[in-house]
């Protein structure tokens, strides 16, 4: 059980283990919208180049008792400031995405600030309206994981 959680900046060590994370069949199917060939690990690392160096971005990994468990990034995109997020699947149910949200809303003051997920994703659904967001609609999507056009859920936090 993780008891301790905290956010850091990423830093080039801890792209292996992002990028094993962002390979896990359950947690790519959950994600939906991710990389085409989530096994690609150029176009990972040509994504990380990219978004690590848009100033905009911010860019933290989550700890979980001192250990690298996740990420969680703030980026702007089509004028709209949105979060993202990825738990490893070893440590889901445990409260670390909540309060990973929560550390990340301490940092970035924009408001509104939006996040989506696929709608038949209960889980992050409820991290994020827990942590205050509000659905304001839908919008069918291709999710690259699921080789199909989804449903997808629009939040935000006012």
Known sequence: MTTEVTLRGLEDGDLDTVFEFMRDP????MAAFTAEDPDDREAFDAHMRRVRANPETINQVVLGDGRVVGTIA?????GDTEITYWIDRAVWGQGVAGRAVALLLELVSTRPLH??????NAGSLKV??????EVVGTEVSHAAARKAEIEETILVLR
């Open 115 to 120: 996040a989506r997920a696929a709608s038949d």
């Open 74 to 78: 703030c980026f702007v995109m089509e």
């Open 128 to 133: 994020l309206t827990k942590a205050g967001f």
């Open 26 to 29: 359950e947690s790519v199917w």
